[in-house]
């Protein structure tokens, strides 16, 4: 028996030094994850030593505690989900966990190269390949805004054709939206706003974002809410 209070005890002091000398927040995440098998761990301590009055209930309240995380997980976001906008020449995606945006090219002497793969020359060059269309001029200039921020300085953009081809997006169908938002068919109006909320804060022009994919995800939203 005295094995088992040192036991105990020996547990108790790690948690207490670990709660001490990490942050707030990891602290936290450490218990929440860890602390259904504490409790199952210390319960079964105690059943096997004869305390099963106290083992026991600890134990049935560490699976409880330990099912009531796991159905929190999985009714919340699943990482790994990407929004989809299609132009005449680009399919662009963003990544709902990241925020990065890549895409592939549709049309022409690059066609199912991804963006990723080139260098900035190579993107500057297929900007003038397909800047005659609004879309996929639009689409390419949010990518470079990314990751060539003084792209400009090499290529002078017809900006204000870019800017009016954002608000361009009365005859958006159900669909799209749904791939834009990264959802399926049929999602619920909460679903919808959970999805909005998430890409809007990841792509939002404030933080660095493209104010043409801000414009295709409100729009996205609005065609779904309608």
């Not at 004869?50 to 099912?67: K, M």
């Not at 990751?147 to 009016?164: A, G, I, N, T």
């Not at 998430?198 to 409100?218: E, Q, V």
Request: proline fraction near 3%; glycine fraction near 8%; charge should be negative.
């Amino acid at each position: 028996m005295g094995f088992y209070i040192i036991f105990i005890l020996f547990v108790g002091f790690c948690l207490f030094w670990l709660i001490l000398t990490n942050p707030a927040h990891k602290s936290a995440a450490f218990l929440t994850s860890a602390g259904p098998l504490i409790l199952m761990a210390v319960g079964g301590v105690l059943t096997f030593s004869r305390r099963g009055v106290i083992g026991i209930p600890l134990i049935f309240l560490g699976i409880s505690w330990w099912r009531r995380i796991h159905s929190k997980r999985s009714a919340t976001y699943t990482g790994g989900q990407k929004s989809t906008v299609r132009s005449a020449s680009l399919e662009m995606e963003l990544d709902h966990d990241t925020g990065e945006i890549d895409g592939r090219v549709l049309t022409g002497r690059l066609q199912g190269t991804r963006l990723s793969s080139l260098n900035e020359e190579e993107v500057l060059s297929l900007y003038l390949e397909i800047c005659s269309d609004a879309d996929s001029a639009a689409l390419l200039a949010s990518f470079l805004d990314r990751y060539h921020p003084h792209w400009r300085e090499s290529v002078d953009p017809d900006s204000s054709r870019q800017q009016d081809s954002a608000s361009g997006f009365e005859d958006m169908s159900r669909q799209e939206a749904y791939q834009i938002l990264g959802l399926e068919p049929g999602a619920s109006q909460q679903e919808i706003h959970q999805a909005w909320r998430r890409l809007i804060k990841g792509d939002h022009p404030d933080h660095g974002g493209s104010a043409f994919l801000t414009a295709k995800i409100n729009a996205a939203k609005n065609v779904l809410l309608d």
